[in-house]
Nanobody
Framework: DVQLQASGGGLVQAGGSLRLSCEASGFTLKNGAITWFRQAPGKEREGVICIDPSGAYAYYIDSVKGRFTVPRDNAENTLYLQMNSLVPEDTAVYYC????????????WGKGTLVTVSS
């Protein structure tokens, strides 16, 4: 079975950094694109970053460009979301999902992890 598990959330001060992990099982990250989503309190879920299987290409929403990156550890079959220069508006539950159609349809979702950025 394909499973994804996001972890690493927590409380961080504005300007700080946090790294989330998306651990995959049942498929190899090198064979599937992944999207990181987030859902802030009272808001709709939004896509944040979509990265292709090779890791060579990623699409970032404007609000995280230059602050977020997506390193990976293929040996551990884990994708990360490195978040730097965090702002309170980044507070949300973060999810990773396996892409079926680039940016628009996902076929597997992991449970989310809460990130809280204090001002």
């Amino acid at each position: 079975d394909v499973q994804l598990q996001a972890s690493g959330g927590g409380l961080v001060q504005a300007g700080g950094s946090l790294r989330l992990s998306c651990e995959a099982s049942g498929f190899t990250l090198k064979n599937g694109a992944i999207t990181w989503f987030r859902q802030a309190p009272g808001k709709e879920r939004e896509g944040v970053i979509c990265i292709d299987p090779s890791g060579a290409y990623a699409y970032y929403i404007d609000s995280v460009k230059g602050r977020f990156t997506v390193p990976r550890d293929n040996a551990e079959n884990t994708l990360y979301l490195q978040m730097n220069s965090l702002v309170p508006e980044d507070t949300a539950v973060y999810y990773c999902a396996k892409v079926m159609i680039w940016w628009t349809r996902m076929d597997y979702w992991g449970k989310g992890t809460l990130v809280t950025v204090s001002s």
